[in-house]
């Protein structure tokens, strides 16, 4: 890792609470990690059962439809 960012993260890590640097990068590996699995393991169809539990749609009303999707799929 290039002696700028180290630096970077030495300064900045102390003023968000985290005391080690290494720390901070653990954090932001992290945060990267869980936008990249939500990103690539999300799908449409998990906003589409979301939007309609949000409208009370029951869940097993949605585990049908789902189920009625796969097997003409």
Do not use: W
């Not at 690539?40 to 309609?52: A, G, K, R, V």
Request: aromatic letters at 6%; charged letters at 30%.
């Amino acid at each position: 890792m290039p002696d700028d960012v180290i630096d970077d993260l030495q300064r900045i890590a102390p003023k968000l609470g985290i005391p080690d640097y290494r720390a901070l990068i653990c954090h932001y590996v992290g945060k990267g990690l869980r936008e990249d699995v939500e990103r690539f393991e999300h799908t449409p169809i998990d906003d589409l059962i979301e939007s309609l539990k949000r409208h009370g749609v029951s869940e097993t009303v949605i585990y049908e439809a789902v189920n009625d999707m796969a097997q003409v799929g």
